[in-house]
């Protein structure tokens, strides 16, 4: 089979090493330089988890897990760490996550507020806390990477600042046009993150997109007083108690050399593609640090730095992973997909080579 990928971000890269693994000829396409920083994919670490309120989620990470470890054999690069992750911060959320740890057979630990302050002293509680050892981190910069070289070495063609413009009905299959020529195949997966809505064609396959919303967003890295270590946590509060208000919660972890991440999702930075400068608001700065103060007593806030990154959101924040005749659409961003990277690139190749990923919600609308 021929196959196009559009974007070398998790969702890309995972598809086009997986395609090129099982002999198909696969063509990539890149609108930035290899590693670059523009989408949602880099940096050195994500959260990993299998701590989730929807329960499709935690089954697969659960199952991203032995993925990463062949992705590890096969690159000879450490990918996953479960150095242990936990969630606080509202009871309803725990107990949907304790019901799927307990559906799944996870190991957990619940705690005091109390006692988790004594575990973690860098942290503060005001909620009971779910500890989870499955939990922990992945290296996201150096796993693209893993996944590019391991494609090339099976005989990908990666084609780096060399935006698709548009796809077209070419036959049975597709032709995608880029500034430098048109590429025809049997199927394209578009993996084009924040993009997706730019790239033209989808009306001549039929295709509706779902509505997406692409924010900016711009984790702090503060350092980490001497003393004190941290799991990788999400916490569950909305921030009512504070002048800001967090749209998708606030999450963090201790990223080696960098200090500690913290992501607090408190301003609605609608942004256009185009005409973004990666410049990081000194508001972003701000909120980071006073959530730090509020709850991070280990960390040093009179200093920190940040980037700028995507999220890509749907309405429910639940991925887009689909078929649609030559066309797969995979858009799993929403701001959680990094940990599942492996089994995107499975799923992906699966649509294509035209088996059914069998999660029903996760379609374009029909
Ligand atoms: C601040 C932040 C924190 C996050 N934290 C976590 C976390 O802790 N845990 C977790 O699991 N996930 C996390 N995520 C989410 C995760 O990083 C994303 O879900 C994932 O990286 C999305 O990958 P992607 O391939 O869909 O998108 P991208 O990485 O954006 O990749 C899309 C690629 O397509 C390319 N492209 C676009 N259009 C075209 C075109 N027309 N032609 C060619 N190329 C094109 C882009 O340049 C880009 O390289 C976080 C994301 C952000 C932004």
């Known amino acids: ?184 195949a049997d199927v394209v997966v578009v993996a084009a993150g924040s993009w997706v809505t730019e790239l033209q064609g989808w009306a001549d396959f039929g295709i509706t997109l779902p509505a997406f919303s692409v924010t900016e967003q711009f984790p702090v890295h503060f350092p980490i007083r001497d003393g004190f270590t941290f799991p990788s946590w999400i916490n569950h509060d909305d921030g009512e108690a504070s002048d800001y208000h967090f749209h998708y919660g606030a999450y963090g972890l201790e990223s080696p050399g960098e200090g500690l991440k913290v992501g607090v999702d408190a301003l609605e930075n609608f942004v256009d593609l185009n005409t973004r400068t990666l410049e990081v608001p000194a508001e972003a700065m701000g909120i980071a640090a006073e959530y730090a103060d509020r709850w991070l007593p280990g960390v040093d806030t009179t200093t920190g730095s940040a980037v700028s990154c995507l999220f890509t959101m749907t309405e429910d924040s639940d991925f887009v992973l689909d078929r649609s005749g030559p066309i797969i659409v995979a858009s799993p961003c929403s701001g959680h997909g990094f940990k599942f990277t492996p089994i995107l690139g499975r799923i992906l190749a699966n649509l294509a080579e035209g088996h059914d990923h069998g999660v029903d919600q996760w379609r374009l609308p029909a």
């Open 1 to 184: 089979m021929r196959a196009i990928v559009i974007g070398t971000g998790a969702a890309g890269a995972s598809a086009t090493a997986e395609l090129a693994r099982r002999g198909h000829h696969v063509t990539t396409l890149e609108r930035f330089g290899r590693g670059h920083v523009m989408g949602s994919s880099h940096g050195a670490t994500r959260v990993f988890r299998v701590s989730y309120r929807k329960r499709p989620y935690t089954e697969w990470a659960g199952a991203a897990i032995p993925l990463w470890r062949q992705l590890e054999e096969r690159s000879g690069e450490l990918l996953l760490e479960q150095t242990g992750q936990i969630d606080h911060g509202v009871d309803e959320a725990l107990a949907e996550i304790t019901a799927n740890y307990e559906a799944g057979g996870w190991s957990y630990e619940r705690m005091s507020a109390g006692a988790a302050m004594d575990r973690w002293p860098g942290m503060r509680f005001e909620t009971d806390v779910l500890c989870s050892p499955d939990g922990g981190r992945v290296f996201a910069d150096r796993t693209i990477e893993a996944l590019l070289r391991l494609a090339e070495a099976d005989g990908a063609d990666l084609h780096f600042d060399e935006p698709a413009l548009a796809i077209a009905r070419d036959g049975s299959g597709v032709v995608v046009a880029t500034n430098r020529g048109d590429y025809a």
